[in-house]
């Protein structure tokens, strides 16, 4: 197939392009790099099935050639990041997974759209069915990456009614690995930059609300299996193990052999209290489950960021 990831110079999206280019297809990957980097595709640079487009989503894409399907990935993530590109995120959720349905209707291609827990907001239902409509609120926020988020399966589900594009949604639950951006804010590597340099990780709250942690490579494998389905309602891929942030927290400073111990910051608003997903529809329609454990994939994921570290310490000194 020949294959349109955009984000994919992202965290999540530049994992798809190797899985894709891995599994023998062509992939195009597009990304304005406003929270993406070319360093996360610059090993694929030599590959002649793998070709970087610059460009914001947002914009009328035009694309030469035949495509079989687009993996629709192109949106800021990290709550920190959606906080400071709130428009951008709100255009990127919605004008351009119009963009990204348009191009599939006029190719005729498949699209996946990345969609998140987030749609559930702060959830009264736990864990979280894909049948539960959630519990958002609209002007907090991080109602502009919930409500993008939310648009954007409507949107989907309107072109998959009207004008029958082929479709599918992946809600994705927290998701760690390599290539996640120090600076992007989030719980992961906030704590391991911290532990890292030897300093106390910043809890905020009491630390007793709940996340489930997926490694990166069960969720690509379980995108790539949707991607091949013929489901066309939302589906949650996420890992089901669940733990408080305080315990994430003591995982973290365990593993890194950290002494600096914790200090409390405060909540921000609307921080979800509680989130696990029910992946009784993934596990049942795609035979599908997560299988990296939480203390495996951190100790790659920690070991991954060690080495940045060193790499970007070399590059200031010189
Ligand atoms: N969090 C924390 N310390 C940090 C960063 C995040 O305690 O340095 C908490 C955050 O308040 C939330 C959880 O960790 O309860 C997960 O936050 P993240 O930003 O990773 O993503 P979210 O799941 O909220 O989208």
């Known amino acids: 197939m020949r294959i349109l990831v955009t984000g994919g110079a992202g965290f999540l999206g530049s994992h798809l392009c190797d899985r894709l280019l891995a599994e023998g297809h062509n992939v195009i990957a597009m990304d304005n790099l406003i929270t993406g980097s070319t360093d996360n595709i610059a090993h694929l640079a030599g590959n002649s099935r793998f070709q970087f487009i610059e460009q914001d989503v947002t914009q009328y894409i035009y694309l030469k050639g035949p495509l079989d399907a687009i993996l629709h990935f192109a949106s800021p993530a990290s709550p920190v990041d959606y906080l400071e590109l709130p428009i951008q995120t709100l255009k990127v959720g919605s004008l351009g997974t119009h963009n990204a349905l348009g191009l599939a209707l006029a190719k005729n291609a498949r699209l996946l759209l990345a969609s998140t827990s987030e749609v559930y907001g702060d959830p009264i239902v736990h864990p979280q069915p894909e049948t539960y409509w959630g519990n958002v609120n609209p002007i907090g926020p991080r109602g502009v990456y919930d409500e993008a988020k939310r648009f954007a399966e409507a949107m989907t589900m309107a072109y998959h009614r009207a004008h029958g594009v082929d479709t599918r949604i992946v809600r994705i639950f927290n998701t760690y690995g390599p290539r996640m951006r120090l600076d992007d804010g989030r719980v992961v590597p906030n704590f391991i930059g911290q532990a890292l340099r030897g300093e106390p990780l910043t809890i905020y709250g009491d630390g007793r609300q709940t996340r489930s942690f997926c490694f990166v490579s069960d969720l690509v494998d379980g995108i ?46 609307d921080d979800p209290k509680q989130r696990q997903p029910d992946i009784t529809k993934a596990r049942t329609l795609l035979g599908w489950e997560p299988k990296v454990p939480l203390e495996q994939g951190m100790a790659q994921t920690i070991a991954w960021f060690a080495e940045k570290l060193r790499v970007d310490a070399i590059a200031l000194a010189a």
């Not at 389905?229 to 589906?235: A, L």
């Not at 408080?244 to 608003?269: C, H, K, S």
């Open 224 to 269: 790539y299996r949707l991607l091949l389905s013929d489901e066309s309602d939302p589906v949650n891929i996420g890992n089901p193990a669940e733990l408080t942030i305080g315990q994430f927290a003591d995982v973290i400073n365990r593993q890194t052999q950290n002494p600096a111990g914790v200090i409390y910051e405060p909540l921000p608003v």
